[in-house]
């Protein structure tokens, strides 16, 4: 059977949950492991998640690079415009951890790499592969929802404060895969509140309420924190005629549908609601499903994933424009 090789770089706080599901796919295999910690590349040793571990992207060359077919990167943000530039001329897929860049400038530069290199990259974005997320666009989508109205998203707990990004950058893409994944839509605008709560404690932003408008009058309202003591994932999609809440932090009954409307007439407001109807989806482990895609579309050239670059882009333009008030 083919199997898709994969380099991984960076083996701290999501590098290992990577490893773990690449080894778990029959169609992947994790060839090398990059790490300048010497805790990290111990750590992944100790795991034996790999076949070769080096301490520095500079050990990497074209004898070690032929084998490789992806390229994982899950260090920090400031570096994986660094990392796409040096690495570019592989020629290689990349699966870039969230938030792609840093920066509408780094995203005109690696779009110039794009095209140079004729590359394929893709932002790990897991909650698209969520069949919980699936289901969302499948009932949105319907008649029965009516039209969206609005979006409203809860995303929060204790750490991990970025020393490179605000909340927003780190936390705000994956609620903008989702409403991209689901409604094909992009950010036009948005605008925050954005702060340091910690007045003892030097952080960059750390609380934030963000509002992102898209087309056809569609609003995402967003809260996200580092500094909750609850860890909350917590969204709400309004229709005219159903209200879907998807709750992530339950194992299992994630998604309750509304029959909900509000109608005004003869100068006063009438409610319909009902109690909520429970909806069925197939668990699953996104990152696995993730993977094992990427895979298949390597070997196969067929069944793209969603989260391209392109896709990426617009929502990263859409962070970098934020109006901060």
């Known amino acids: 059977m083919s199997k898709a090789n994969y380099l ?149 707990n204790l750490g991990l404060i970025q020393k490179d990004q605000n909340v927003i950058w780190d936390l705000a893409p994956h609620d903008l895969s989702i409403v991209s994944f689901v409604t094909s839509l992009y ?34 309202f967003l809260n996200v924190s580092w500094v909750s003591p609850e860890k909350i994932r917590y969204m709400v999609f309004c229709g005219s005629k159903q209200t879907l809440v998807y709750d992530d932090n339950k194992k299992f009954n994630s998604l309750t549908l509304y029959n909900q409307k509000i109608s005004y007439k003869n100068n006063s407001y009438s409610y319909k609601s009902d109690r909520g109807t429970k909806i069925k989806y197939q668990a699953n482990e996104p990152l696995f499903d993730e993977i094992d895609n990427l895979s298949f579309y390597i070997i196969n050239k067929i069944r793209k994933p969603f989260t391209t670059f392109e896709n990426s882009k617009k929502n990263i333009l859409a962070l970098a424009n934020i109006k901060y008030i």
Not at 127 to 146: L, Q, T
């Open 187 to 220: 950010p036009i605008s948005g605008k925050a509140i954005s702060t340091n709560s910690l007045s003892n404690i030097k952080s960059t932003d750390n609380i934030s309420y963000v509002e992102f408008k898209y087309k056809n009058n569609l609003k995402l």
């Open 8 to 156: 991984l770089i960076g083996y701290g706080y999501w590098g290992p949950n990577i490893a773990r599901n690449i080894n778990k796919s029959k169609i992947s295999n994790l060839k090398a492991v990059v790490d300048l910690d010497k805790n990290s590349i111990k750590n992944a040793k100790n795991d034996n998640v790999s076949e070769s571990y080096l301490d520095s992207i500079e050990k990497l060359n074209s004898e070690i690079m032929k084998e490789i077919d992806v390229i994982v990167v899950t260090t920090p943000p400031s570096s994986h415009f660094k990392i796409i530039n040096k690495l570019s001329k592989y020629k290689k897929t990349f699966l870039i951890a969230k938030p792609l860049c840093t920066s509408a400038k780094e995203v005109e530069k690696i779009e110039k790499l794009v095209k140079k290199f004729n590359l394929d990259i893709f932002t790990d974005e897991t909650f698209v592969y969520s069949n919980k997320v699936k289901a969302i666009k499948k009932i949105i989508n319907s008649n029965s929802f009516g039209t969206l109205q609005y979006i409203s998203s809860v995303r929060s």
